[in-house]
């Protein structure tokens, strides 16, 4: 299983243990006088030796290797903090070196798989010094089809994931992200959805094992770390209990054939009545369908004018007849013909989704550089009740007002009614109608431009108040927003936790703050949005 599952793990374990006992026996040295980069030789182990993954300031491919995974261009400017060290480990043992010599060193370890967080804090940190452990090489994606399972390792890319699948299987896939360069590790464990969610439910719902080093440089799977790390880890956020390296997952079956559309309607052309009639269907649908409802500014038809086009996306597990059928029944409003629908495999609708043109080849899917890489802001928000038609064009005029800002309705129901809250972290179920994403994207560099996008964004937020849930004003952790609160994890880290961990976790908080504080008392794996520790 690649570069992470050889058989040596109790020689592994038993010499990182020398190292951690003799690194904590002895009187921690100052930063600036034992260098991070001597600190991983020294603990690194000759068979596998860490120099060529370590990479300083001074080094001529620093820029290079910390940009290549940078996804928000909010977060590469040169006032952007910048970390000490990145090191891309190639082994186990060079992330038990990490965790030896952060911990001896008094530096912030982040932990960064793809790099898509939305506010860079796998690469970024507000606390110096810190120092970037990059999980790109543990990449591997080990397929077994006769089990229906796969070990996916963390720095994987879901396009990777997708890919290693087809190439042994038509009729097998995964529920997980549209977007192929999202990293595994961030993905899964902070809940991981996708179109496939109102049939099969979040990547976290189907994962069945795990393997992770924790705070004492242990390798553990689920056996060993325990039901409650296991909970904790798929939903809570891998990055506050420990690194994880890989995720064993249960595939799905999917039919050889799937069909897609996408569908336009402006205002002028009765978006209004059409959208009021997603709201009422799209959580009902058959679960093989889902339909994703995206809103932009667009030009009108008379010069100088914009209007709002809503954008009907689907995905449907079947064939184009069945699906003619269905929303016949269902959603006649809409108008689809059989011209609207495109019938095409599985894994080649994953490249419909990302906006590949149609034919795009397979192995598109490994490409790790993505199709537009801008500067962005992201938010989320969940819907519980129905929006009114006069809600719906309140809403309207005011992103006409703003212009710039998106909206994407995600619709729930199917699998995602079915499974009890508590069952992972992730505590956004039954009750929920969609979830909603604020997306703000822009080409200008600098400050400026970026105050007045968030702003922008910030703004359509406060428009969709009434409309949206309370008390409290729940989040998605995998759509990263530091406007919900940051954690200087200093004394006041528990409170300041609290404030966005009820967002994103709601009741299961509490249960995470305690398995936090059991596995990492000292808050070593932090960040800043990271689950805190119980106040002592």
């Not at 600036?32 to 001597?38: H, I, K």
Request: aromatic letters at 12%; charged letters at 20%; a neutral charge.
């Amino acid at each position: 299983m690649g570069t992470s599952f050889a058989n040596s793990k109790a020689l592994y374990l038993f010499s990182f243990l020398v190292l951690f006992i003799a690194s904590l026996s002895s009187p921690s040295k100052a930063f600036a006088n034992e260098t991070l980069t001597q600190c991983l030789i020294t603990h690194s182990q000759p068979s596998h030796p860490i120099t060529s993954s370590i990479y300083t300031p001074t080094n001529s491919s620093f820029p290079v290797v910390l940009q290549s995974y940078i996804r928000n261009l909010r977060f590469n400017t040169s006032d952007t903090p910048k970390p000490a060290l990145i090191l891309t480990a190639l082994h186990e043992s060079h992330v038990q070196a990490a965790i030896v010599c952060a911990q001896k060193l008094s530096v912030q370890m982040k932990i960064r798989s793809g790099g898509h967080d939305y506010e860079g804090i796998s690469y970024v940190s507000i606390s110096s010094p810190f120092f970037i452990l990059d999980m790109l090489n543990f990449r591997s994606v080990d397929v077994d089809i006769e089990a229906e399972t796969a070990w996916v390792q963390a720095g994987a890319t879901l396009g990777e994931v997708y890919y290693g699948i087809a190439a042994k299987s038509k009729g097998h896939g995964f529920p997980a992200g549209v977007c192929p360069t999202v990293g595994v590790g961030g993905h899964f464990s902070g809940g991981g959805y996708g179109n496939m969610m109102r049939k099969y439910g979040l990547s976290v719902d189907n994962i069945v094992d795990a393997r992770m080093i924790n705070i004492n440089g242990e390798i553990l799977d689920r056996e060993s770390m325990g039901e409650d790390l296991f909970w904790a880890i798929r939903g809570g956020g891998g990055a506050s209990f420990g690194v994880v390296l890989a995720y064993k997952i249960n595939l799905v079956r999917v039919p050889e054939t799937v069909t897609v559309f996408q569908v336009p309607r402006t205002w002028e052309q009765n978006a209004t009545e059409i959208v009021y009639k997603w709201e009422q269907v799209a959580p009902k649908l058959h679960e093989d369908l889902f339909i994703r409802l995206i809103m932009d500014v667009v030009n009108g038809t008379n010069a100088g004018e914009k209007t709002i086009r809503a954008t009907f996306f689907a995905l449907f597990l079947g064939d184009a007849q069945r699906l003619l059928s269905l929303m016949g029944n269902s959603f006649p409003e809409l108008g689809l013909l059989r011209s609207d629908c495109i019938e095409m495999s599985w894994v080649e609708s994953t490249l419909y989704w990302t906006s590949f043109p149609i034919g795009t080849p397979v192995d598109a899917l490994l490409s790790r550089t993505p199709q537009v890489l801008t500067h962005l802001k992201r938010k989320s928000d969940y819907v519980k009740q129905i929006i009114p038609k006069d809600g719906l064009e309140f809403i309207w005029r005011r992103m006409i007002e703003l212009e710039r800002p998106m909206l994407t309705f995600n619709p729930y129901g199917g699998k995602m009614g079915e499974i009890p809250a508590t069952n992972t972290p992730f505590p956004h179920r039954a009750g929920n109608l969609w979830k909603v994403q604020y997306a703000t994207n822009w080409d200008e560099d600098g400050e400026e431009a970026a105050r007045h996008y968030i702003e922008l964004t910030r703004k359509l937020y406060r428009y969709m108040t009434p409309f949206v849930s309370k008390n409290p004003r729940e989040a998605f952790l995998n759509y990263r927003d530091l406007d919900l609160g940051i954690n200087h994890n200093g004394d006041e880290s528990y409170e300041e936790g609290k404030v966005y961990g009820v967002k994103y976790f709601k009741g299961n908080f509490n249960r995470l703050v305690e398995i936090k504080t059991k596995v990492d008392p000292g808050n070593f794996f932090r960040n800043e949005q990271s689950v805190p520790v119980l106040p002592r």
